[in-house]
């Protein structure tokens, strides 16, 4: 079973950063398209950014230009960097990985964005 660990959410002041990291076995980071999602209450489970084991990465409209994804192979990890956050950014964030048929689930880790 394929373990992904998010940390770094928390509460947050609109304007204000977070990071999210997410560890991952380091054959799994090396082959996998990564990605972070979100979820808030009431709603389904959306995209937010991917990285592919190339290095592309792709973002949702509403976090252009504030969020960035970025991948360490060497700490294993994939970070969510979050500026300029706004309360509707409020949402629990998940952690994913996919390759091939194989799609993994972190835990999520919550993220409040107060006005």
């Known amino acids: 079973q394929v373990q992904l660990v998010e940390s770094g959410g928390g509460l947050v002041q609109g304007g204000g950063s977070l990071r999210l990291s997410c560890v991952a076995p380091g054959t799994i980071l090396s082959i996998s398209t990564m990605g972070w999602y979100r979820q808030a209450p009431g709603k389904q489970r959306d995209l937010v950014a991917t990285?592919?084991?190339?290095?592309?990465?792709n973002y949702a409209d509403s976090v252009k230009g504030r969020f960035t994804i970025s991948r360490d192979r060497a700490k294993s990890t994939v970070y969510l960097q979050m500026n300029s956050l706004k309360p509707e950014d409020t949402a629990v964030y998940y952690c994913?990985?996919?390759?091939?048929?194989?799609?993994?689930w972190g835990q999520g880790t919550q993220v409040t964005v107060s006005s």
């Open positions: 994913n990985a996919r390759f091939l048929s194989n799609n993994y």
């Open positions: 990285i592919t084991a190339g290095g592309t990465t």
